[in-house]
């Protein structure tokens, strides 16, 4: 059962702090329940300027705590730009094969990968990943644990 089914907000007016990228979702479910929304967003979410060293260390690790969709979304674009260093043409072929061999295209297969939140779950899933561990009682991070 839908949590919001049957709430009506009476024309309560609503501010959205989400990332403006990521608002329409809940600013359309406000409207749809009678409530006058606007986004007010206060941060945005920005790709690192630099690959974070960890990533030529993945092998290393057992388990990966994905904490939002944010997350996912930020790691496959790396995985993504790393996977095509093949297509840029400034980059010498030979450079090219040496960081592949070194960089992870895709996250390793002995890492187990943990999920918090529908969101994060579903943006996993939309990218095939498979999923070891989801909350049991509740998402955040100590119903992980």
Do not use: C
């Amino acid at each position: 059962m839908d949590k919001a089914e049957g709430l009506q907000l009476n024309g309560l007016k609503v501010l959205v702090t989400r990332p403006e990228a990521q608002a329409a979702p809940l600013l359309e479910a406000i409207s749809n329940h009678g409530g006058e929304a606007r986004s007010f967003p206060l941060f945005e979410i920005l790709p690192l300027d630099t690959l974070p060293p960890v990533f030529e260390q993945l092998e290393q690790y057992q388990l990966i705590i994905f904490v939002s969709r944010n997350a996912v979304i930020q790691t496959w674009a790396w995985l993504d730009q790393i996977d095509r260093l093949d297509d840029r043409k400034k980059l010498d072929a030979n450079l090219a094969a040496d960081l592949k061999s070194v960089l992870p295209t895709k996250l390793p297969a002995q890492l187990k990968v943990a999920a918090m939140g529908r969101g994060t779950t579903e943006e996993l899933s939309l990218r095939g990943q498979r999923i070891d561990h989801l909350p049991s009682d509740s998402f955040d991070s100590e119903g992980l644990l």
